[in-house]
């Protein structure tokens, strides 16, 4: 789950940025088998430009890390 903070349901074009840039992150990585898409994608917090985003990953919300 990636959250674009502060964002409402229609984003602003720099939100808008980094929703595609995640979706296609995660369209190399599990449709194209792209290895470091993948890393990328398991690993990666946040991604570059547009406005703040934060990826929640699974295991962050078992170890009760909170962010």
Do not use: C
């Amino acid at each position: 789950m990636v959250e674009l903070i502060d964002q409402v349901h229609i984003f602003e074009p720099n939100s808008r940025q980094d929703k595609e840039n995640w979706e296609m992150l995660f369209f190399n990585a599990y449709l194209k088998h792209n290895q470091r898409a993948l890393v990328e994608l398991k690993h990666g917090l946040s991604m570059d430009g547009g406005n703040e985003n934060l990826q929640l990953l699974e295991y962050q919300r078992t170890q009760g890390i909170v962010y």
